[in-house]
């Protein structure tokens, strides 16, 4: 029983691993369309990563120019309390 059930995940996973780009690609197709489809599924993930690191900037950004505001408003109420 243990022995089928590991067949039936190693059968998952190989078929997981066949579906990591689109499901046209799966057995069968020409060898430059394969590579030219990654290429092009590689390069759709790095403009996806490069966005998200630009919003995580844009977000440091505002978050470092709060706090400088903060801190401004802090020296104020200082000055102010020590006169």
Do not use: W
């Not at 998200?52 to 709060?66: G, M, N, T, V």
Request: no cysteine; charged share 35%; net charge positive.
């Amino acid at each position: 029983m243990l022995s089928t059930r590991i067949s039936a995940v190693r059968r998952g996973v190989a078929v997981a691993s066949r579906r990591m780009y689109s499901e046209g690609s799966v057995g069968g197709g020409s060898p430059g369309f394969n590579k030219k489809e990654k290429a092009h599924e590689d390069q759709y993930a790095r403009q996806q990563e490069q966005a998200a690191l630009k919003k995580l900037r844009d977000s440091i950004a505002e978050a470092k120019q709060h706090l400088e505001t903060l801190q401004k408003h802090a020296e104020e109420a200082e000055k102010k309390v020590q006169k």
